[in-house]
């Protein structure tokens, strides 16, 4: 249940503090009075959206806080997001704004304690349900419709839901698993088709010494030049050993300079080493000469071996130029080919094991969509009797309703696509709610729909803004007997319009505008600015209002007709149980300034001329 309202600088709030009560609070006054304003700020307080159009003018910051009486249910939330309870009796949410060059920075609070979007969300819809004029627009939305049926069905459906979102949660874990094997096992497929291409290609092409081209092109030179190889050799064997051209070899003049050397070292023996040189290079140069003769001899040509050799060679720098780009690359790479080959051949977890589990999870998904579809069909059932029966006393006698539940794509919430069919004149087909009803009757099906589901709604107030708008006589009392049946069970705040739907009130609260002279005490500047007050009324000021709404004067007939009002009234309230106090609370009053200049200081003072033909007593 909303305690209480404090709303500062927000919009054309000045100052404002309302203490609500149990059962149902009225708010009354002429049109654009400033009643939205209350409404704003407490859709505000629970993370509504916030605009620059919401600070004061002249102001900087703004906030807005509601305080809520504890339940066990919001307990059981404070405790699981880990949030300090201030008392053991109250709930705070706050917003706090303030005015920046990019629009407005706001931020919302629980007991002190920031909060994110979707923690505001989940906490408001525990707290506060607003019904205004504007959400008959969003009657005929199909997933607004299927939540007010799951919610009208009660715990069974919405547990049997839970176990839905489970199961699709898990089938689309299966689904994503399979389809994420498939992309790999077709990846696998490929790689596979490659790396086997590879492994045939470098096995082909035996590849185990690193230094093979090498060794193969030292080959093929010998090879292609073997004439000319043979040429050279028996010419160095010529110079050095034996020259048959007449020439002297390296050999003969080694022998002619030992020779000489050797008479030397007859008369000086200190020559003896170079003796033994010469006598070295001589042997050095004899076996040369006999090597190079028997590698001259043993050179023979051999086109066929220099062919198999160059194709060889042309085979592995194709090999490099695709593995390497050396030869000890290519053979690294090769080995990697075939223990990549060997992880691929072993790919884990079939595919069949994933479309079987795949197929059991959507099998299971089924069966649950199922069981709900049957529960939702229950509630439809009974939904339908009962908003038939709640829209009789609204002038709707004849109407027809129907809840068409029909198949679709299964999703988190079941395979349903829930539809609101409606006729509101005999004989008539059944049509889409958003394509057939007009304003009038929307705003009373949306109040015939808001009685049926507080019956197992567990939010702690609802809100009614001008739900009566454009109705009168009858209606308006069916109206009236529906908000008051609500408040019984829920604290309900509504503004209205009608004296027939005011009488019912256990709290009335009245919105009035004032222009006022204010005078800063520290500028001494004067502003003429017009203030909006609102009152919580008691007896003598509900009578007067009661004529007021009802008659537009204070008469004496007026006075006397709203006088009779307000004693069937408690008549009526005296054979009901446990009814909310009639006590009203002391008045309350809301200054909002619209000007030029900015808002007053602190310690300024006001002169009030008030621009309403009547105000309400101060209590």
């Known amino acids: 249940m909303l305690v209480s309202l404090r709303i500062e600088d927000f919009a054309l709030v000045d100052r404002l503090t309302i203490e609500f009560g149990a059962g149902l609070n009225i708010l009354t006054g002429e049109t654009g009075a400033g009643k939205s304003i209350v409404l704003d700020a407490l859709d505000v307080a629970l993370g509504g959206k916030v605009s620059s159009r919401m600070l004061r003018a002249g102001c900087e910051r703004a906030l807005v806080e509601a305080t809520f009486a504890l339940n066990p249910d919001l307990i059981a939330w404070l405790d699981e997001q880990q949030i300090e309870r201030i008392d053991e009796t109250s709930l705070v949410c706050s917003r706090d704004m303030v005015a920046s060059p990019n629009g407005v920075r706001n931020r919302s609070r629980v007991n002190g304690i920031l909060m994110n979007r979707q923690q505001m969300q989940s906490l408001r819809e525990k707290l506060v349900e607003i019904t205004a004029q504007g959400q008959t627009t969003q009657l005929g939305q199909s997933s607004l419709q299927r939540e007010w049926l799951d919610g009208f069905g009660g715990s069974a459906l919405l547990t049997q839901r839970e176990y839905v979102s489970r199961a699709y949660g898990e089938m689309q874990r299966s689904l994503q698993a399979l389809e994420k094997r498939r992309q790999v096992e077709h990846q696998r497929l490929q790689q596979l088709d490659l790396f086997e291409y590879q492994a045939r290609e470098l096995a082909a092409a035996m590849l185990d010494d690193p230094n093979e081209m090498e060794q193969l092109e030292q080959e093929r030179q010998r090879l292609s030049h073997s004439v000319d190889l043979q040429q050279h050799s028996y010419q160095a064997y010529q110079i050095l050993y034996q020259n048959d051209s007449g020439g002297v070899a390296c050999a003969d003049l080694l022998g002619q300079a030992e020779a000489v050397l050797q008479d030397m070292v007859q008369y000086d023996p200190g020559i003896e080493s170079i003796l033994e040189m010469v006598t070295s290079a001589l042997n050095q140069v004899e076996e040369a000469g006999r090597a190079i003769n028997a590698y001259g001899e043993s050179l023979e040509t051999d086109p066929e071996r220099l062919q198999i050799v160059e194709e060889r060679l042309v085979q592995l720098k194709q090999i490099c130029r695709k593995y390497g780009p050396t030869l000890a690359e290519a053979i690294a790479h090769s080995q990697q080919v075939q223990a990549d080959l060997d992880k691929l051949s072993d790919h884990g977890q079939s595919l069949e094991v994933l479309e079987e589990l795949y197929t059991q999870r959507y099998a299971a998904l089924e069966v649950a969509c199922a069981a709900l579809t049957d529960l939702r069909k229950q509630a439809a059932a009974t939904l339908e009797q009962q908003l038939l029966a709640e829209l009789k006393p609204l002038a709707m006698e004849n109407v027809q309703f129907q809840v068409e539940i029909a198949a679709c794509p299964f999703s988190a919430t079941g395979g349903d696509r829930v539809i609101f069919l409606f006729s509101p004149n005999p004989g008539e087909p059944l049509q889409p709610l958003s394509e057939t009803a007009s304003g009038g009757e929307m705003s009373r099906f949306l109040l015939a729909l808001k009685t049926c589901l507080s019956q197992v709604d567990r939010v702690g107030t609802m809100v009614f803004d001008e739900v009566d708008a454009g109705v009168s006589g009858r209606v308006a009392q069916a109206i009236a007997e529906k908000l008051h049946q609500i408040s019984r069970r829920q604290q309900v705040l509504c503004v209205t319009h009608q004296h027939l739907i005011a009488v019912k009130a256990d709290y009335h609260f009245h919105v009035r505008k004032e222009i006022v002279d204010e005078v800063a005490v520290l500028s001494g500047d004067d502003a003429v600015r017009t203030v909006v007050r609102v009152a919580a009324l008691d007896d003598r000021q ?7 709404l009802a008659g537009g004067s204070n008469s004496d007939e007026m006075l006397a007709f709203a006088e009779s009002l307000r004693s069937q009234q408690n008549d009526l309230a005296g054979e009901t149980v446990d009814q909310p106090s009639d006590t009203a609370t002391p008045p309350v009053v ?23 033909k009547r105000s309400p007593k101060a209590l």
């Open 542 to 548: 509900r009578v007067e209002e009661l004529a007021q």
């Open 590 to 612: 809301l200054s909002v300034v619209q000007g030029k200049k900015t808002s007053p200081r602190k310690g300024s003072s006001s002169r009030s001329r008030s621009s309403s």
